[in-house]
């Protein structure tokens, strides 16, 4: 039955309903788990930008053909050294991390410092649940990757860079790790078509129409370029997340992501790297407990009325946990629509 009322889920009951859908459209077992608790934990949350509202793009992308729903992750032979591999095998890029995670905490515990490197993947999702996944096992974490080209280098005015996300997380042993998780653009490119979706206008100094001028219109924003945060800074923040998760890990960069897939209504195809760096290994020999020293600067920035980044995060997903997560009459319909309809709800 299509809802046509608001509708209040269990954590649970919304994973789910994910998965049961990813499952009718044609994803397996292992690529449905993984992508059901990352799009669940993104609703929960409250990033709607990489939520729900990006099963519709799940769905696009396997109906045109250009992920493969069945494949399974593939570690690559071990060589005992900080580099680990894992080829995502043209299946989406969130098994392929769960699957390298555990060697690289053991790698980054032997070494102090190790990388994972997933080729070949579908990549839709934020980053900060793998770097949540680092902090919870005492490591700081790094992660990057590009999408593809729809953000114009400060100076230009057509599409090159990706919106290329930048994670970081730095462990806390008594409490919630302090994480960001940020698009190199000034906004991911979701905020934006969700805007379109919502009618309304695109904030001033976000993007440019296919004419190279400011716009506050969202159709004429994503038919042109975004602009990247703070100018020439996120301009080449982003360029080097195109070199050293792409160029230097052997994959695409976002201009070749946006020439292969032909469409940025499909979700990229591309690499991802995520280093993995262990702060007592750093610190080795030096003076004072770096765990302790990083909450003495947290405590500044608090002690200023500043707030950490994922403060509002964690705060929806406190709410979430206890009250669960409502959607909207819409949403809960296009839910069950796709749960009905499969690929078929695709248009
Ligand atoms: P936002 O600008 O919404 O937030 C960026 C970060 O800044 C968050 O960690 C946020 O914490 C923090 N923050 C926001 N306001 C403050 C404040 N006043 N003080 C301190 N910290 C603050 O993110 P974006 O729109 O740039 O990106 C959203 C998501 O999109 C990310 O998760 C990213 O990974 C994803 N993305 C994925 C792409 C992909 O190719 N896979 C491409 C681009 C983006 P909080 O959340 O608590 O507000
Ligand atoms: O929101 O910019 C974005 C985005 C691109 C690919 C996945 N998310």
Redesign the pocket.
Known sequence: MIQTTPQTLTLDQLFERINAILRRAGLNAVQAEALGRVIAAGERDG?K??GIYRIEGVLRTLKAGMVDGTALPVLQPDDGRAIIRVAAGRGFSCPAFDLGLPLLVDRTRELGLAAMVVNDCT??????PEVEALTAQGLAGLVM?P?YASVAPTGGSRPLL????L?FGWPRPQGLPY?????TSV?????IELLRRAGKPVPAGWAIDTDGQPTDDPAAALAGAMLPFGGHKGSAIGTMIELLAGVMIGDLTSPEVLEQLGSTALA?FHGELIIAMSPEAFAKGRPGDPFARAELLFDAITGQG????????FAARAKAQTDGVTLTADEAGQLDRMLELGLDAIG
């Open positions: 990033c930008s990489h990549h839709f999702s934020a980053l900060w990757c999408s990706g919106t290329n996300p994670a994480v960001f998780d940020f698009a906004a991911a490119r979701g905020e990229p500043a707030r950490l980044p994922s403060g509002r995060r």
